[in-house]
Nanobody, 121 residues
Framework: QVQLTESGGGSVQPGGSLRLSCTASRSTNPVVWFRQAPGDRREGIAAIRTASDSPYYRDSVKGRFTIARDNAKNVWFLNMNSLKSEDTDMYYC?????????????????WGQGTQVTVSS
């Protein structure tokens, strides 16, 4: 099973930016980011199915977040700009797709430990 490690979370003021990284132990497709607040469902927010595909974004982050990948290093990123308080969540990357819906958490077998993002003034 692929091993995943997220990094880059932290605390930032509204309007600020953060860059999250996910490092995988091997190449994987798709690359995806989820987030989850305590007591809420984990939701997929950004994904790229393969290196040649266009990225997909959930409406709540479209225009503010960008997903990118470095295939040579098995790393993918989530560039987050214009952060809002409602972006405060634990952010996860996932791998080992077992179903078709790339934004459903049940479609993945492997998860990182998560990295906390807090947006507050």
């Amino acid at each position: 099973q692929v091993q995943l490690t997220e990094s880059g979370g932290g605390s930032v003021q509204p309007g600020g930016s953060l860059r999250l990284s996910c490092t995988a132990s091997r190449s994987t497709n798709p690359v995806v980011w989820f987030r989850q607040a305590p007591g809420d469902r984990r939701e997929g927010i950004a994904a790229i199915r393969t290196a040649s595909d266009s990225p997909y974004y959930r409406d709540s982050v479209k225009g503010r977040f960008t997903i990118a990948r470095d295939n040579a290093k098995n790393v993918w990123f989530l560039n987050m700009n214009s952060l809002k308080s409602e972006d405060t969540d634990m952010y996860y990357c996932a791998a080992d797709l077992v179903a078709d819906d790339i934004l459903a958490p049940t479609s993945y077998r492997a998860w990182g430990q998560g990295t906390q993002v807090t947006v507050s003034s």
